[in-house]
């Protein structure tokens, strides 16, 4: 079967996304393009010759090399760029190195105190990916003290993902991350408009209590 771009982009994503998972990269590939089971996938070799091009140029197709490292395609772009697939999953893998060329200085990662989140391993993980730019326990900036009052995530995405996803009634794995796929994608600008200013009043309201409890801030969704 002749492979295509849109095939090289889909496997390359799939495949970062589920944590190099072979066999889960082409079950969605399968599913994705609706192939039969007999039909066939790329296979393991195949898949590792274009991740190892994306790593290479950032892009899934073999390129000529003119001898002159890619400014957009280091290690560490690279690397951010994987990273931030498993994030935004809908988003295509050109749109995420096109986005972290223009920005990638500016990027943070910021993660609660779970010991998964914080074992030397994942640690090690995070600050090859965010120099620098680590938000977490033992990271380059302290995990802040009651930050669950503060972040988006914790006083915003978490629980409306929790209370809209379920409403699917998700009964496998794979149903389950379609339905978060979907909440995720179903968030509009204005929801996430009123949770950025809802955050930057958490800070006034933090700053002004000297780092207290907010015990006097609710957030709505619509």
Not at 51 to 71: H, Y
Not at 101 to 121: L, Y
Request: charged letters at 25%; hydrophobic letters at 35%.
């Amino acid at each position: 079967m002749a492979w295509h771009g849109e095939h090289r982009a889909f496997v390359v994503e799939e495949y970062i996304r589920n944590g190099g998972s072979v066999i889960t990269t082409q079950r969605a590939f399968r599913i994705r393009f609706q192939l039969g089971r007999h039909d066939p996938v790329p296979d393991r070799k195949t898949i590792q010759v274009w991740l190892s091009n994306f790593r290479a140029t950032g892009s899934a197709l073999k390129r000529k090399s003119s001898g002159r490292p890619l400014t957009a395609t280091t290690p560490d772009n690279v690397a951010r760029v994987s990273a931030s697939i498993q994030q935004s999953p809908r988003r295509s893998a050109l749109k995420h190195a096109a986005a972290f060329t223009r920005n990638h200085k500016e990027v943070w990662f910021q993660q609660d105190g779970a010991t998964a989140h914080t074992s030397r391993r994942s640690l090690t993980i995070l600050r090859e990916m965010f120099p620098g730019h680590l938000l977490s326990l033992r990271g380059d900036i302290t995990w802040p003290p009651r930050s669950p009052d503060l972040s988006p995530c914790d006083f915003f995405l978490w629980g409306h993902l929790n209370a809209q996803v379920y409403t699917h009634r998700p009964t496998s794995l794979e149903a389950l991350k379609e339905a978060i796929t979907q909440e995720v994608a179903a968030i509009t600008p204005q929801m996430t408009r009123r949770a950025m200013e809802n955050f930057r009043e958490r800070l006034r309201k933090c700053i002004n209590n000297r780092g207290q409890y907010l015990t006097d801030i609710m957030f709505k969704t619509k």
